[in-house]
């Protein structure tokens, strides 16, 4: 079977898709409301979408790996959270003010990590990540920002750099304002790192990095990287930022940092901490913060001004990141040995399919997460963005493609997958079939 | 009765959020996850809201014209919005894919306004009026950005500066990357407006405007203050932005720009269009908006990157936009009659009232939005955002405190107020009648 006939099979299948999203190409450039949510010939258009599935508008019922962009570690609307969140509609979705709600979650994930001193709830990892640069830059009164060559903190204006190939042309129009504050270093090299780090480490702000690279691919880091980068900021008084939105009670309940024996001075959640509602956090060290607060100071430019918003602290994400919460904490054994136990199983067993039939295929991942690789004469090794961006992406496109369209199985095309509590072997297992059938049918 | 004895009454009668206040410090810089959400002695910690009511965890109730940052028109929790989220939650928070629901808001929302010729849905008003001013730097190819002395657009870097009195001096620690790209400008001022415009014409992209300046006071354009912003715009080949995060389906159900006659290239929705949920949009002229499409370009430094986001365009925002607007839509002549009507009367009604007693005070406001402003001797008008911040700030907020403390009325201090569709003629006079009652107790 070739690309084409998944072509048209998928075309056959998704009719009505078909035409709404040509009429979502009326209202959206490009028909979406995210760079990334689309693929050719079109994506799907959902209609409705519990525990493990999506279902699309031609009724298509997938198994969902893309999971809410790897935010939803319950699956789709688990029971404990849609019951509270039905409530929770019917008295109120904004408050607009101080409520209790906030007090509890905040007061829960400080419990699970301590190291968060201070939390700021946010709205969106995009501001989360924004406000902690600010802070960093305020506590140190620097500007320079050191981030990771494909690291991925969102769209604001603060860190949108080096996050696509080629990573040292400029990620576009309209965007050169703060860029020439962003100072970017390859992951997984700690020596080019260090030596980037030192030439500017005068005007140094911070470091901000993944803890795993997650939009770029799903990268670990070596041994001793993570470790580097922070004994650089601690020794030169520079703040190590590691942003969590991704690994956050996913990687493990107390955060990655902890989990990789790091002292982070900031750190930022989003994703599972709102339970799949809107949220972003900064959390971190009192005295940095601090800075941020409003009623201390008299002079407003003694203030770090950071949000908030209209939506920050609602009862809706609130709630919803509670009951997550909840059940991570009593569940917890149960719940990380069967999405990690899981996750291996789906790394071991995808190498090991890909390596029978000759596929020159990496998988990388940890946790949950993982992610194929197609390597070719240039790419031997999936160390940093450079070499995702390198391997072939085409080949991995076409896989998730088929995935998607002879399988009914969703990855967002070239993103890594998140395994969450709602799926079992038997879909991995047929993960695994269909990763065969894929292979064997000569289709990549 | 002094202002002590209301605070001494306020702790007495929230002592439950005054326990709550002091846990928050603990985890909250300032107890808050917004800065304008504390006010003196300690903000009461909201345990539910329904309808026109905030109900405090102490079971206080208050009437509410804060409504959620004014994004509640038709109150907390209207059962239409609410029945529609009871069944969103169990059917999926966050698809994470292109969407239906995003499709049917998209079109709802050009229906009634078709300046909206392309749309982005982002996840709030600062992420929006961030990509706002970004696709006016990519489409203009020039820097500078022109904002209003006390013009709120949210948190976001790109526009946070002459916020808050002294304009002169910037807003904080952190954020001074950006700034020397900003271009402040006085509202209702229009020959030193295109005075200071002329001298930067050359390196300008954009002018943003709010049509009414709502953080700063609740202030309306004079006659041809923003027609003389647009024809300058227009004349230089800048564009012209309007944000419409507060006064979109607010003024009219057709946007402010509607009712001023105005023809931005860009504008931003917010609060109102997101039904009580995350919202930001991006709207405007095709050539502008199809900058950010992702799949027309093969070089990436010719798009202009914007948000999305994980949260963008999720299923639960999009259901109580659709709800909220289908409501708006089918009932628009009996809401925006009762909501303006009342709004009109409270202003008159007020205004006679601080007359009738000798108090210097000046109402302002338009529609359903109403602030009052005491006044002294060095302000005699309210016309600009430092009338507002030279008036007496302090009585405005000893009066809002004696409403809430005394009269159960709430306002977020100093900030103005939004009349819901919940609201009535008999609440307004309570309002009207406590209004009264604080003047002639000489708490002012």
Known sequence: MSINNLERNYKKNTKHSNLLYQKSLKFFPGGISHNIRFF?????????????????????????YWMGHWALILGHSPQNVSLALSKQVKNGTLYGTVNSLSIELAETIQRLMPKAEKLRFATTGSEATMYAVRLARAATRKKIVAKIIGGWHG??????????????????????????YIKSIPFNDLDTSLQLLNNVKEELACIIVEPILGGAGCITPNNDYLQGLQE?????????????????????????????????????????????LPIGIVCGKNEILSLSNPNDKT???????????????????????????????????????????????????????????NADVKITGIGSLFNVHFLNNNVREINNATDVALADKEKLRKYHFALISKHKIFFL???????????????????????????????L
Chains 1, 2 share one sequence.
Do not use: W
Not at 248 to 267: C, Q, T, V
Not at 423 to 431: A, Q
């Open 40 to 64: 050719t010939p079109y994506p799907f258009c959902v209609k409705e979408a519990t525990g493990k599935y999506l279902v699309d508008v031609d009724s298509n019922t997938y198994t969902d």
């Open 232 to 276: 650089f900021s601690k020794k030169n008084n520079i703040i190590f930022i590691l942003d969590e939105i991704v690994t956050g009670f996913r990687l493990s309940i107390h955060g990655a940092y902890k989990m990789f024996k790091l002292d982070p001075d900031l750190f930022t959640l989003g994703k599972i901490a709102g339970g799949g």
């Open 299 to 357: 002079n407003k430019n003694l203030i770090c001004s950071i949000g908030g918003g209209t939506f920050s602290a609602n009862p809706v994400t609130m709630t919803a990141g509670l009951k997550t919460l909840e059940f991570l904490q009593n569940n917890k054994k149960i719940v990380y040995s069967k999405i990690n136990e899981l996750g291996a199983y789906t790394r071991k067993e995808l190498q090991k399919i890909f390596d029978e039939n």
């Open 413 to 443: 095309p070239s993103k890594m997958g998140a395994i969450s509590y709602q799926h079992s072997k038997v879909d991995i297992d047929k993960l695994l079939n269909s990763t065969r059938s894929i292979i064997e049918s000569k289709i």
């Open 155 to 180: 769209f604001n204006s603060s860190l949108l750099e080096s996050v696509n190939y080629p990573f040292e042309i400029n990620e576009g129009l309209g965007l050169d304002v703060d860029n020439k």
